[in-house]
């Protein structure tokens, strides 16, 4: 009850504060560039999304402050919903929509306000790959997250309207990692069935997050044919339960070798040997074979796991704080930052702007896939790729036009944790 | 003269000062009481509420249903990881207080010199100088299956093949926990026993007791305020572990709070606070068990 109480009175704190900066921006261009100069805009987001560095560098060019902040998921859902204020542009991945949209804290973005929406790729804009055909919609699509209904941001969507959700920033491609030294080499894994071969008994580990782990199996599952789900990134009690049955029966015949839940351990698990294939993210895959040790973030037949991240601002901005929000989404994806983390292997959503930051080797093998004509380095300069290597995967629209299932929170997310903490202590 | 000291004259004044000294204590008591309340019963009564509340996918509805608890107490899993915390607590409980026992008895008895018994007695805490995290992750490379200890047993030739079992699995989890713990119970045994008055051995050998028996009918009655003090410590800590179990398990085991960690990321608080409640329930209960075999505040004013 207090916790009400609470909100109400800061959001009419806000309302105090959005009244007096309206009366201070009516004078000229040069006072409002005075006044921007003391704004700061709170970032917050995932470690791989909000990075220092490019904080740095839109402060820079801004002429405000734009200041970083790296949290967990659950860390930002909590201050996002409990203490909203706290945060002013939310890096939000599309899996944190459906706990957040209709919620009242993130603002809708109205499309005129976001200048590079007609270069931004048709995945974000149409739901569509490049070449026309509609990407699947298996989990939280792009199209599903991208808009809501009307300016008040209280029903997504699900389809092209005037407000976004968000504005698109990063996204990536997963699959499995293996160590093509000890399947036999990169050719032995080509299906996601791969990861339940008895042959890697032992030998194979999930990461240890719901929606994400079963939805891994669910691939493999639906691949060697055990059944065929409505939709994977939906499931019904009934498939989760068929699914987790056969997990448990996997876990008990000691098929996993391990659950990671961080980064670092997923690296660890892959270049100790402990594990051949796994689920794992992209630049692990790097951090593996930084150590000399082979890795192979494989390219499966079936597709991938696709997901998305975007910046959405929040509720409680307005006047010129809110302008200078739209200036800085703006600003993000104008190419630096795409630049900066496409040598971190992410995607941006508008790749015209990032080519431009990008040499036209790096270019070439980060989005082409073509063999790297020169050493490939990542943002910070050390040695990613050596000449001559080629992305795992390909070209952009080999990876993410071939997505067979996006990250998802299904509408049985609390029946899917308790069959998951099941899984776990089975 | 200080508090501490005027209260102990109060108390050890004649009968007509009682009052006065009761009234002392109470005021003695009154910072804690004011801390405890503060940070924990308070706390723990909003963690109570929540178990009563409804929820949905991100918000926690003010309600008073019995179904967070309804749920918990008919589902199987419940009771395994109850089941699991409770195996490790007992393991760990029984390792930990057989090598407590020994080091204090080593420490205390063997050793001579108050310098001397001091100084090994620091040593013993010099592993605490890191992080616990560290020093339990550091196990991981030492286990592994490529790891510094299966591949002494294959250099060696005891082994041909590495030993799966040693990481990511109860072993794991166990020998962390003691690596972690041990220290919790030679501590308060090591000062029971510092306490105990060394002519009792004497008269014990005097009276033809040999030395398992001075140690099973002297030594071990007279500790078992630092064996309950220690055990306390090192059940609570076990039982309310997730980490420990999550990482040296590889995440194959699970213990009632990382099942709880798991709610909580999922903001199904609910929940997460009805198992919260029944988790500090039992263990206080376990804890009252321990107080009840060995009454601590008796045996410490002795």
Same mark, same amino acid.
């Given at each position: 009850m207090t916790r009400i109480n609470r909100r109400l009175l800061l959001k009419g704190a806000a309302a105090g504060g959005a009244i007096a900066a309206t009366e201070a921006i009516t004078g000229f261009p040069t006072v409002w560039a005075q006044n921007a100069k003391d704004i700061t805009l709170v970032h917050a987001g995932g470690s791989y999304a909000a990075i220092k560095e490019i904080g740095e560098q839109a402060s820079k060019d801004l002429g405000f402050k734009i200041v970083m902040q790296a949290i967990t998921d659950d860390v930002q859902l909590n201050r996002s919903l409990t203490q909203p204020t706290t945060i002013d542009i939310n890096n939000i991945d599309s899996t944190k929509l459906p706990y957040l949209a209709g919620k009242g804290v993130l603002?809708?973005?109205?499309?005129?306000?976001?200048?590079?929406?007609?270069?931004?790729?048709?995945?974000?804009?149409?739901?569509?790959?490049?070449?026309?055909?509609?990407?699947?919609?298996?989990?939280l699509a792009p199209i599903e997250a991208m808009f809501y209904e009307a300016a008040d941001g209280k029903k997504l969507a699900g389809r092209p309207t005037d407000f976004l959700t968000m504005i698109p920033t990063i996204y990536n491609a997963d699959t499995l990692g293996i160590r093509p030294d000890l399947v036999g080499g990169r050719d032995k894994i080509t299906s996601w069935k791969d990861l339940l071969d008895p042959k890697y008994k032992g030998k194979t580990a999930l990461v240890d997050y719901a929606p994400v782990g079963v939805m891994d199996v669910a691939m493999a599952l639906e691949s060697?044919?055990?059944?065929?789900?409505?939709?994977?990134?939906?499931?019904?009690?009934?498939?989760?339960?068929?699914?987790v049955k056969i997990m448990i029966d996997l876990k008990k015949g000691g098929h996993f070798r391990s659950f990671w839940s961080t980064f670092d351990q997923s690296v660890n698990l892959m270049a100790s040997g402990e594990v051949v294939v796994q689920s794992m993210w992209s630049p692990a895959v790097t951090a593996v074979r930084s150590r000399n040790i082979d890795c192979y973030y494989v390219p499966l037949k079936e597709g991938y796991r696709g997901w998305f991240v975007g910046l959405a601002p929040m509720a409680h901005l307005s006047g010129l704080k809110l302008d200078c929000a739209y200036e800085y989404m703006n600003w993000f994806n104008s190419g630096w930052q795409g630049g900066f983390i496409a040598k971190q292997g992410y995607y941006s959503a508008v790749p015209s702007t990032a080519k431009k930051f990008l040499t036209p080797e790096e270019w070439d093998y980060w989005y082409d896939g073509k063999p790297a004509a020169v050493d490939i380095k990542d943002p910070y300069g050390t040695l990613m790729e050596k000449k001559g290597s080629t992305r795992d995967g390909g070209a952009i629209w080999d990876r993410m036009g071939n997505i067979a299932c996006w990250n998802t929170v299904m509408d049985e997310d609390r029946y899917l944790t308790r069959r998951w903490n099941e899984f776990i202590s089975s | 003269m200080t508090s501490i000291e005027h209260a102990a004259s109060l108390l050890e004044e004649a009968p007509p000062?009682?009052?006065a000294g009761e009234r002392a204590s109470w005021w003695q008591v009154s910072p804690m009481v004011?801390?405890?309340?503060?940070?924990?019963? +308070?706390?723990m009564l909003v963690v109570l509420a929540v178990s009563f509340f409804d929820f949905d996918r991100s918000d926690i509805i003010p309600a008073f249903i019995f179904d967070n608890y309804?749920?918990?107490?008919?589902?199987?899993?419940?009771?395994? @990881?109850?089941?699991?915390?409770?195996?490790?607590?007992?393991?760990?409980?029984?390792?930990? @207080?057989? +090598?407590?026992?020994?080091?204090?008895?080593?420490?205390?008895?063997?050793?001579?010199? +108050?310098?001397?018994?001091?100084?090994?007695? +620091?040593?013993?805490?010099?592993?605490?100088?890191?992080?616990?995290?560290?020093?339990?992750?550091?196990?991981i490379p030492f @286990?592994?299956?490529?790891?510094?200890?299966?591949?002494?047993?294959q250099g060696s030739g005891i082994t041909s093949q590495p030993l799966e079992f040693l990481l990511f699995s109860d072993f794991a989890v166990v020998v962390a926990y003691v690596h972690l713990f041990t220290l919790f119970m030679v501590v308060p045994i090591f000062n029971a026993m510092a306490r105990i008055d060394k002519s009792l051995l004497e008269a014990a050998r005097?009276?033809?007791?040999?030395?398992?028996?001075?140690?099973?009918?002297?030594?071990?009655? @007279?500790?078992?305020?630092?064996?309950?003090?220690g055990s306390i410590f090192v059940i609570t800590l076990v039982m309310g572990d997730s980490f420990v179990v999550r990482t040296m398990s590889g995440g194959q085991s699970a213990s009632v709070v990382s099942a709880l960690q798991n709610e909580v990321a999922a903001l199904q608080y609910p929940p997460a606070a009805a198992s919260a409640v029944i988790m500090v329930i039992i263990v206080t209960l376990m804890v009252a068990g321990i107080l009840r075999l060995v009454d601590v505040r008796k045996e410490l004013a002795r």
């Open positions: 603002a809708s973005i109205p499309v005129t306000k976001y200048k590079l929406w007609g270069e931004t790729v048709p995945l974000f804009t149409k739901g569509s790959y490049p070449n026309g055909q509609m990407a699947s919609t298996q989990g060697r044919g055990d059944f065929k789900y409505k939709d994977k990134g939906n499931m019904t009690k009934e498939e989760i339960d068929k699914t | 000062a009682e009052n004011a801390v405890l309340t503060l940070f924990f019963g +308070l706390p309804v749920e918990l107490f008919t589902r199987e899993v419940t009771l395994r @990881l109850y089941a699991s915390s409770i195996k490790f607590a007992l393991i760990v409980w029984a390792i930990t @207080l057989l +090598l407590g026992f020994n080091i204090a008895y080593f420490l205390v008895f063997h050793v001579r010199g +108050l310098l001397f018994q001091i100084g090994l007695f +620091l040593l013993c805490t010099v592993p605490f100088l890191t992080s616990n995290i560290i020093r339990m992750i550091s196990w @286990l592994g299956r490529n790891g510094i200890f299966n591949q002494a047993l005097d009276a033809g007791a040999g030395r398992f028996r001075t140690v099973f009918e002297v030594v071990l009655p @007279l500790s078992r305020t630092g064996i309950a003090l």
